[in-house]
């Protein structure tokens, strides 16, 4: 897994490349709390090119909703394949985190 990150309108933009999982969950973590650590509480998470998500990366993504709430900020993700979705629907985070369809409409909301 690869993150890149972009500072537009006050906000982060993460782009994650490859699978989120037991072995790259670690890294994900590391990453989003080094931003948080320099004071970004506002992060969206660009989905494109993210083909697998496990338990182990969701149990990641929401300790790291639950860090940005903490701090009155906020945590979008956005770009998400139809497999990587259903699996945000299946499990009802669909209903925990703010999901949009391209990083434009992230930024925008």
């Given at each position: 897994m690869k993150c890149t990150q972009?500072?537009?309108?006050n906000?982060?933009?993460?782009a994650l490349s490859g699978e989120i999982n037991l072995d790259t969950?670690?890294?994900l973590r590391k990453f989003c709390a080094g931003l948080l650590a320099k004071g970004?509480?506002?992060m969206v998470l660009n989905f494109k090119d993210v083909g697998y998500v496990d338990s182990s990366g969701l149990?990641?993504?929401?300790?790291l909703f639950?860090?940005?709430k903490e701090k009155s900020g906020s945590l979008k993700l956005c770009s998400l394949s139809d497999k990587v979705k259903s699996v945000f629907e299946l499990t009802k985070?669909?209903?925990?985190f703010k999901i949009c369809p391209s990083?434009?409409?992230a930024l925008r909301d």
């Open positions: 972009a500072k537009k309108n906000t982060v933009v993460c969950s670690p890294e970004e509480k506002n149990a990641t993504l929401i300790e639950q860090k940005i985070l669909d209903r925990v990083e434009e409409d």
